[in-house]
């Protein structure tokens, strides 16, 4: 999501389960973005890598996910103001769901455990152009977690910028980041531009040559996506 509030949740085993019941390659794997219990939008995602260093996911154009309406409304229009109503909308927590399908980019989302970011790379048309993206947020489970974040953009010539900083400090203002959160992601910025320095972790160089196998069939939301 672009909304600059991520709350990420992988369905499946909790993380004590984690090292005995990683997900396979080529399954699917559920990633949901969940606030105070409450799915947020929830995304069929094909498994690339599931290790205990690292949780790797692809979705691609043509994926059929479930996510907020305003998150969705906003895209479709670019109207900024439905898109802040995403913020009150979290505070308040009531929001109405809608499908949409996932367009112009393939995403890698690249997940190390027991941090305060994911990394995901964008990659436009035949992948030679792309982007790197941070989103900062709790640690990913494997149960219903919640995460309100400040997102950072990495372009891919090595270059960064601080986006989302109204949202951000929106979010502070209505409860929705506390004290503690605001804490940990000022610690996990230093620690992503430290690794983004060295080309370590999930911005190691062979990352950004991957490329999706245009035959691979999309995902499929299961039944109880918004329950499970």
Not at 45 to 52: E, I
Not at 123 to 147: K, L, Q
Request: include cysteine; hydrophobic fraction near 35%; proline fraction near 6%.
């Amino acid at each position: 999501m672009t909304v600059g509030f991520n709350h990420a949740q992988y369905s499946g085993p909790t993380m004590t389960e984690q090292a005995v019941q990683d997900f396979e390659s080529a399954s699917t794997a559920v990633r949901r973005d969940v606030h105070r219990g409450k799915v947020w939008s929830a995304t069929p995602c094909r498994v690339v890598h599931d290790t205990p260093d690292l949780v790797a996911l692809a979705i691609w154009p043509g994926i059929e996910m479930l996510a907020a309406t305003t998150w969705t409304e906003s895209l479709r229009t670019g109207d900024e103001a439905v898109r802040n109503l995403g913020i009150h909308h979290l505070a308040s927590g009531e929001w109405e769901m809608c499908p949409w399908i996932w367009r112009d980019t393939t995403r890698l989302i690249l997940s190390p455990p027991d941090s305060y970011f994911t990394v995901s790379l964008f990659f436009y048309g035949d992948g030679s152009r792309w982007i790197w993206y941070v989103d900062f947020e709790r640690p990913y489970r494997r149960t219903s977690i919640g995460y309100d974040t400040l997102d950072l953009i990495i372009d891919s010539d090595g270059t960064h910028r601080w986006k989302d900083e109204d949202e951000y400090k929106q979010g502070r203002r209505l409860g929705i980041i506390t004290d503690d959160d605001h804490k940990k992601v000022s610690q996990a910025q230093e620690e992503v531009i430290g690794l983004l320095a060295c080309r370590e972790g999930p911005f190691r160089d062979d990352w950004s040559t991957w490329r999706r196998d245009p035959r691979w069939p999309c995902p499929v939301l299961p039944s109880d996506a918004l329950t499970s």
